[in-house]
């Protein structure tokens, strides 16, 4: 079944506390991405990545980082979580252009107190 | 990045057909037609997308003005489970750039009765 896998579903962290929320996939897609949902903001896209070694920044990546060493994975990190960073976010996974569909995670609620 | 015009809700009765319009007079030629829908708690689905021409699957049906500047999602019979936000997004054909992004609206969040 092709799917995109995030863990946690659910984080509750402090202040300054590194994390990383993994996310994999197994459909061999090209593309992945991240984003954060908030109240009143919609859907807001992180970081992105091309391929293997190829990342680059979305719409609003300050405060995160990403790595992607394998094609199938693409860990987001936090390296010092602030309240800010409170949200749900979505992994999402797809080929390169714009006649396929994307496919998202299930979803990570991340609470920084 | 072009961008696309829904209305924020509707109401619909159980079992009965709904049209959900979306405008994007500023579409590309290049440009594919999608739509998602995100369900309360979970992560967008793909329902549907299209090009040029209309198309079907179990899900939906995608009707695609002539001009291709706006677009109709139809869902045939609509059920309870169908309650959910309702994303129209263009997506370019192309493979360079990031061209894999997703510009969320606001959506329309579809209410349906029994």
């Known amino acids: 079944e092709a799917q995109v896998t995030q863990n946690p579903r659910y984080l509750i962290t402090v202040t300054g506390k590194k994390l990383t929320v993994t996310c994999s996939q197994n459909m061999n897609h090209e593309y992945m991405s991240w984003y954060r949902q908030d109240p009143g903001l919609g859907l807001r896209q992180i970081y992105y990545?091309?391929?293997?070694?190829?990342?680059d920044k979305g719409d609003v990546p300050e405060g995160y980082k990403v790595s992607r060493k394998e094609k199938r994975n693409f860990p987001l990190i936090l390296e010092s979580p602030s309240p800010n960073q409170t949200s749900l976010y979505f992994c999402?996974?797809?080929?390169?252009?714009?006649?396929?569909?994307?496919?998202f995670g299930q979803g990570t609620r991340l609470t920084v107190v | 990045d072009a961008k696309t015009t829904q209305p924020n809700s509707m109401e619909s009765n159980e079992e009965e057909p709904v049209h959900l319009p979306c405008n994007h007079s500023?579409?590309?030629?290049?440009?594919?037609i999608h739509w998602y829908r995100q369900l309360p708690s979970q992560g967008p689905e793909y329902v549907i997308h299209g090009l040029t021409s209309n198309v079907n699957n179990r899900m939906a049906s995608l009707a695609i003005a002539e001009d291709r500047k706006s677009s109709t999602l139809i869902l045939h019979r609509a059920t309870l489970r169908d309650a959910a936000v309702y994303y129209c997004?263009?997506?370019?054909?192309?493979?360079?750039?990031?061209?894999?992004?997703?510009?969320f609206g606001q959506g329309t969040t579809l209410q349906v009765k029994p």
């Open positions: 500023t579409i590309s030629g290049t440009d594919y």
């Open positions: 997004i263009l997506r370019s054909i192309h493979g360079s750039g990031n061209t894999g992004k997703l510009i």
């Open positions: 990545s091309m391929n293997v070694e190829v990342t």
């Open positions: 999402a996974s797809s080929s390169r252009t714009g006649g396929t569909e994307a496919f």
